[in-house]
T-cell receptor, first 113, second 114 residues
Framework: DGGITQSPKYLFRKEGQNVTLSCEQNLNHDAMYWYRQDPGQGLRLIYYSQIVNDFQKGDIAEGYSVSREKKESFPLTVTSAQKNPTAFYLC????????????FGQGTRLTVV | AQKVTQAQTEISVVEKEDVTLDCVYETRDTTYYLFWYKQPPSGELVFLIRRNSFDEQNEISGRYSWNFQKSTSSFNFTITASQVVDSAVYFCALSETGYNKLIFGAGTRLAVHP
């Protein structure tokens, strides 16, 4: 079945550690996105990539990094510079063309302990 | 500036009641797109509808209907005869022409009780 797979579902990190969240899609979508969701808030865009080997900062990119070496994969690294990393992270991809709907993974819940 | 406001934080209804979720948006563009997504307890967002700014026709899909009014910058979502399975967080979102980035509202949590 086609879709977006995020792993792991739950992740615990010690303060000061970097951690990488995985996102893989087999929908053949060009564009991929990372969003952060905090309780009672909408989703905020961290990074997005319209094509392989290219990505742009979203609204809250500080403390995060990404790579897009393959069309299918868009991993997100939460660095120690991110002051408040505990959140729910959602990866998405969208169909070719502009203003198309995005398809989302099931999310990774990151907790700093 | 672009902004999406969902003023209703939480709504609680009893099964079979009709419920309307409000969405108000702000944008300077004349061409833009509006979306609704459902987030069930499992966490992933499920796409419900996309509407462009030139199409003000209301849309009905089963028990779901959407009312788009450019004059009031609103794109409201109505569930008729609600069911327990409709319990979720619902997000309204906006994207401006030429961009695939979505700007989300804060979401409305709908609880449908038996």
């Amino acid at each position: 079945d086609g879709g977006i797979t995020q792993s792991p579902k739950y992740l615990f990190r010690k303060e000061g550690q970097n951690v990488t969240l995985s996102c893989e899609q087999n929908l053949n979508h060009d564009a991929m996105y990372w969003y952060r969701q905090d309780p009672g808030q909408g989703l905020r865009l961290i990074y997005y990539s319209q094509i392989v080997n290219d990505f742009q900062k979203g609204d809250i990119a500080e403390g995060y990094s990404v790579s897009r070496e393959k069309k299918e994969s868009f991993p997100l690294t939460v660095t120690s510079a991110q002051k408040n990393p505990t959140a729910f992270y959602l990866c998405a991809s969208s169909m070719p063309g502009l203003n198309t709907e995005a398809f989302f993974g099931q999310g990774t819940r990151l907790t700093v302990v | 500036a672009q902004k999406v406001t969902q003023a209703q934080t939480e709504i609680s209804v009893v099964e079979k009641e009709d419920v309307t979720l409000d969405c108000v948006y702000e944008t300077r563009d004349t061409t833009y797109y509006l979306f609704w997504y459902k987030q069930p307890p499992s966490g992933e967002l499920v796409f419900l509808i996309r509407r462009n700014s030139f199409d003000e026709q209301n849309e009905i899909s089963g028990r779901y209907s959407w009312n788009f009014q450019k004059s009031t910058s609103s794109f409201n979502f109505t569930i008729t005869a609600s069911q327990v399975v409709d319990s979720a967080v619902y997000f309204c979102a906006l994207s401006e022409t030429g961009y695939n980035k979505l700007i989300f509202g804060a979401g409305t949590r709908l609880a449908v009780h038996p």
